[in-house]
């Protein structure tokens, strides 16, 4: 489920910031869904509306919707001559600086061909999806007036993972593919959640039949692996960044 709270930015008007929330989500969406051709994992709309709430908060009024300049490169470029005693560095240079990168991805890239093993379109989603998520938490310390890290962090907490090989019914979720192990129905578990997740909770969700061979065998054992981290005491587990990289590598999100 991924979640979007209507009060962050909420110094952004509605206009804008429900199609900003709308196009990082998508984004965020289509990325861990593993669809990375131009047409689902596209940043263009992204650009157009970080660039008209830039734009409005520079001229002092922002505009009722977000629209696209007529030339995206020198619109951004423009952003630049704002007075730089009012407004910082990143909303000036940085953030338009990466939006040209992003909308020059959008529009020039997606039809070559690498040869051996590499997928240029997934080297290209990785760029758009960490783009994305770094504007987007920019635009958070900017408009709230918080550190990086916080901001990352706010971030990462409207976002719960959503992938369709999870299927989840009230609170309850189940793997729609009954041939995965015991091991990967967890991990699978835990990459949708956002923060540590309950071992009564996991037990439930993968229908092991003995909380205590469950922690001994998947629990545990994952913890050495380094691909989560458990916590004994409270008796909860969350997936470590080598815990998302095996999932991403071996096991299929996507049903197809």
Sequence with gaps: MII???ALLDRIPLGLRRPLFDAFLSIEKNYREKRWEPSELNGGKLCEVVYSILNGYIEGSFPSKPSKPRNMVE????????????FSRSVRIQIPRMLIALYEIRNNRGVGH????????HMDAIVVASIAKWIFAELIRIFHGITTEEASKAVDCIIERTIPLVWEVGNVKRILNPSLTMKDRMLAFLYTCIGPVKESDLVTWTE???SAVFRRDILKKAHK???????PKKKEAHLSPLGEQYVEA???LALG
Excluded at 75 to 86: F, H, N
Excluded at 114 to 121: A, E, F, I, R, S
Excluded at 225 to 231: H, P, Q, S, V
């Design 225 to 231: 692996a380094k691909l989560i981290e458990y916590d």
């Design 114 to 121: 690498v040869g051996g093993d590499v997928n240029p379109n």
């Design 75 to 86: 619109a951004c470029k423009s952003l630049e001559q704002a007075d730089g005693k009012v």
């Design 208 to 210: 092991h039949s003995n």
């Design 250 to 252: 071996n096991i299929n």
């Design 4 to 6: 979007a709270s209507e």
